[in-house]
């Protein structure tokens, strides 16, 4: 068995939370190289705490790895994945797989949200098509980074699926915070979109997953995403809307509230929901409804601890959950929130998808589904909600 090696673009938040997963990766034998990311101060600050390489060019690192994981914004995915596939190299690609970030040269006074989406969902199409001829013509391996398909509360509901044969009939889900960390989210020329593309995307993709894996345990053709019907809003951009400083409202051209409605080929729905305006930590669902059964996942928060603090000041150095905001008064501990999330999960089966030369369960279909649903439903929105087909490829 080879090592594989890893090579990280971008040092952020989700390159961190990556490079955890690869130290906790059994049986396989893996080592993270280094990152490369295009801010000189902050590459270095990530590789010096990790120990690992921080690379002044992109070119360098390609060189002395197997796998690029991509974890930089939306704009820069499909470059750094196209050069890789180029190299031979396997790739991971952090959500969103890809989209639309405006025309060549876009400067500061173009704007997403007044852009016309006919021609969003054509040009993230396109770009969806380009990664996939740069994958297949090279014969390397796409892994989406979708971490919902890895999440235990999901993958119990495969189980579940699988023994029951379930028809799931309805899907209703949401993920959503009080506003993201990152400077890129906000700006749709470096984020392809708001709460559709940033967060949306994962109780989306969760529920095209769960649709797969139905119609494989049916052994049915597979169901697929056929029409969309979706509102987003800019909420805290109203004329009216009273700041009172609890939520992230800096936003330059993106919304910050959506709501998908589905329906799926077989005539099946779900309603996907995710906002930046929920305060009291990360809300992260997904509940099915099926012909023999109905379960909830509840990713985060969920109730395996349940804490009563009556001292904020005394559990300042305690992680307690995700954008939690405060920890007076009730909150849910999470034991250990990122295998709540999935993160060691995915990375795992990433690792033996290329040990044992096979597929992940988030896989490059999965990524391309999504990018056609969540453009469809931008345009959707531009004609009020009008029900619009999801181009699949
Ligand atoms: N799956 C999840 O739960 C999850 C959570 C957070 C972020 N993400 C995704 O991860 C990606 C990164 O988000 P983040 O939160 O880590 O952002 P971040 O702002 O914390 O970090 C981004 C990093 O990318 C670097 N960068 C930006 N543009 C670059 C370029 N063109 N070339 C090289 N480096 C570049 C920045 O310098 C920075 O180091 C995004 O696609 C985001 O949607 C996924």
């Given at each position: 068995m080879k090592k594989i090696k890893i090579g990280i673009v971008g040092a952020g938040f989700a390159a961190g939370f990556h490079y955890e997963a690869y130290l906790n990766v059994n049986r396989i034998e893996v080592e993270v190289v280094g990152s490369y990311s295009r801010n000189s101060a902050k590459r270095i600050a990530f590789a010096e705490e990790r120990n690992i390489v921080a690379f002044d060019s992109f070119a360098a690192m390609l060189e002395r790895v197997d796998v690029i994981d991509i974890c930089v914004p939306g704009y820069a995915h499909e470059n750094y994945a196209v050069i890789a596939a180029e190299h031979g190299k396997h790739i991971i690609i952090e959500k969103p797989y890809t989209g639309y970030y405006g025309?060549?040269?876009?400067?500061?006074?173009?704007?997403g949200d007044k852009a016309d989406k006919n021609e969003m969902l054509t040009q993230a199409m396109a770009s969806v098509k380009r990664i996939a001829n740069a994958v297949s013509a090279n014969e390397v391996k796409l892994m989406y980074a979708e971490n919902w398909v890895y999440a235990p509360a999901i993958q119990k509901e495969v189980e579940v699926l699988r023994a029951t044969k379930g028809q799931i009939l309805w899907m209703q889900g949401e993920e959503s915070h009080s506003?993201?960390?990152?400077?890129?989210?906000?700006?749709w020329r470096e984020a392809g979109g708001g709460s559709v593309v940033g967060k949306g995307c994962h109780p989306l993709s969760a529920a095209l997953y769960l649709k797969r894996v139905e119609a494989i345990a049916r052994g049915i053709e597979p169901i697929r995403p056929q029409s969309v019907n979706a509102r987003v809003h800019r909420l805290t951009g109203i004329a009216d809307y009273q700041d009172e400083g609890h939520l992230r409202t800096?936003?330059?051209?993106?919304?910050d509230f959506c709501q998908l409605h589905i329906t799926f080929t077989d005539g099946t729905v779900a309603d996907i929901f995710s906002s930046e305006i929920v305060m009291g930590g990360v809300h992260n669902w997904l509940e099915i409804f099926a012909n023999n059964h109905r379960y909830r996942a509840?990713?985060?928060?969920?109730?395996c601890g349940t804490l009563y603090n009556p001292v904020e000041e005394q559990l300042k150095d305690v992680y307690i959950a995700?954008?939690?905001?405060?920890?007076?008064?009730w909150s849910f501990p999470s034991p250990n929130e990122d295998w709540m999330t999935g993160y060691p999960q995915e990375i795992q089966d990433f690792m033996e998808c290329i040990d044992s030369d096979r597929e992940p369960q988030s896989d490059i279909m999965l990524a391309a589904d999504t990018v056609a649903v969540m453009y469809a439903a931008y345009l959707s929105d531009q004609n009020e909600g009008r029900t619009t087909d999801v181009p699949l490829i």
């Open positions: 025309p060549p040269n876009a400067d500061d006074s173009w704007r506003g993201s960390h990152s400077p890129a989210y906000g700006v800096d936003y330059l051209d993106v919304e509840n990713i985060n928060p969920n109730d995700e954008k939690l905001g405060s920890k007076q008064g």
